[in-house]
């Protein structure tokens, strides 16, 4: 078991959370707000109760996967073909036991696949259809996938089809994640996401690839990350996030060191959240906007930061 033991005991527990890193949007702060908010009581509810950290970070991405404003599940952008197709990925880091979709349609949780995955312990990554067999025999309802298109990204991707496939407005908000400390010292994190807008359908990103968009390891911290998804996969993004870390010892450094990576050698814009061991956070982003939530025994409520 990969944990680490500490003279005190029992770990504080501390939650971050992510709302993607993007553009900074013209009108519905509050909304992304609102979102952010509800996100972060979801996953401290199951943390704050003394709960696994793993089902923290599931609570909480899942509640932005339900949410219409972020790429992620309901609301989550649209491929070139006009679909919904999602990726997520979760990762528990005291036996590094992880799970993984890609391109999936008919799902609304892509992270509960993924922890189905990851409970299921057979495979890692299951993409498509394979995804979605797996899911039926596992007893998961399935949703008509027209039911994740919102008015919202539906007139996106009609503004693209009149402008002969230019890239449109960016979106406002990303691909969306967890890191979790319970109180046993487990580390956990979660990603999940719609992608790229106007993508190939069959395309998987970062958000699906461990140690590119996901990474946990309860002896160093937890990492989800989001952005341009093809560059995060070039500098495996999330594990070298946790290599700064080791070697710094600082949340706040090893994240902003791991930015101006994505950024100098990944050639990408993006950004990323971390814990360290002891429940430190540390967060960075090369955008405009990149929507944080913390939440810890030491906050009074969910303290939001863009």
């Known amino acids: 078991m990969r944990r680490r033991e500490t003279a005190g005991g029992a770990r504080v527990p501390t939650l971050i959370v992510h709302g993607g890193a993007g553009a900074d949007p013209a009108d519905g702060?509050?909304?992304?707000?609102?979102?952010?908010?509800?996100?972060?009581?979801?996953?401290?509810?199951?943390?704050?109760?003394?709960?696994?950290?793993?089902?923290?970070?599931?609570?909480?991405?899942?509640?932005?996967?339900?949410?219409?404003r972020f790429n992620a599940g309901r609301g989550a952008v649209l491929t070139a073909t006009?679909?919904?197709?999602?990726?997520?990925?979760?990762?528990?880091?005291?036996?590094?036991?992880?799970?993984?979709?890609?391109?999936?349609?008919g799902m609304a949780n892509a992270?509960?696949?993924?922890?189905?995955?990851?409970?299921?312990?057979?495979?890692?990554?299951?993409?498509?259809?394979?995804?979605?067999?797996?899911?039926?025999?596992?007893?998961m309802p399935e949703c008509d996938p027209a039911s994740l298109v919102t008015e919202r990204q539906r007139g996106r991707w009609?503004?693209?089809?009149?402008?002969?496939?230019?890239?449109?407005?960016?979106s406002?908000?990303?691909?969306?994640?967890?890191?979790?400390?319970?109180r046993h010292g487990?580390?956990?994190?979660?990603?999940?996401?719609?992608?790229?807008?106007?993508?190939?359908?069959?395309?998987?990103?970062?958000?699906?690839?461990?140690?590119?968009?996901?990474y946990a390891?309860?002896?160093?911290?937890?990492?989800?990350?989001?952005?341009?998804?093809?560059?995060?996969?070039r500098?495996?993004?999330?594990?070298?996030?946790?290599?700064?870390?080791?070697e710094a010892d600082d949340a706040t450094y090893a994240a902003q060191v791991a930015v101006d990576l994505l950024v100098e050698e990944g050639q990408g814009q993006g950004g990323l959240i971390l814990l360290d061991w002891r429940g430190r956070a540390g967060y960075a982003h090369s955008t405009p906007l990149m929507p944080v939530g913390l939440m810890s025994p030491a906050l009074p409520e969910p303290r939001l930061e863009f």
Do not use: N
């Open 186 to 214: 487990t580390m956990a994190a979660a990603t999940s996401t719609g992608g790229i807008f106007g993508k190939l359908p069959g395309r998987v990103g970062d958000s699906a690839l461990i140690g590119s968009g996901t």
């Open 82 to 105: 006009g679909t919904v197709e999602l990726d997520a990925s979760i990762m528990e880091g005291d036996r590094l036991r992880c799970g993984a979709v890609g391109a999936v349609s």
């Open 172 to 182: 406002a908000a990303g691909t969306v994640g967890a890191v979790a400390l319970d």
């Open 158 to 170: 009609l503004d693209r089809e009149r402008t002969a496939g230019a890239a449109g407005t960016a």
């Open 235 to 246: 500098v495996a993004l999330a594990r070298r996030a946790l290599d700064y870390l080791k």
């Open 217 to 233: 390891d309860s002896t160093l911290g937890g990492v989800s990350c989001t952005g341009d998804g093809e560059a995060i996969i």
């Open 29 to 68: 702060r509050d909304e992304v707000r609102a979102g952010m908010r509800s996100a972060v009581a979801a996953g401290w509810r199951v943390l704050g109760d003394g709960g696994r950290a793993v089902d923290a970070v599931e609570a909480a991405v899942r509640a932005l996967e339900d949410h219409p």
């Open 111 to 139: 992270i509960t696949l993924a922890r189905r995955v990851m409970d299921d312990g057979r495979h890692v990554l299951i993409v498509g259809d394979g995804a979605l067999q797996f899911a039926r025999a596992a007893g």
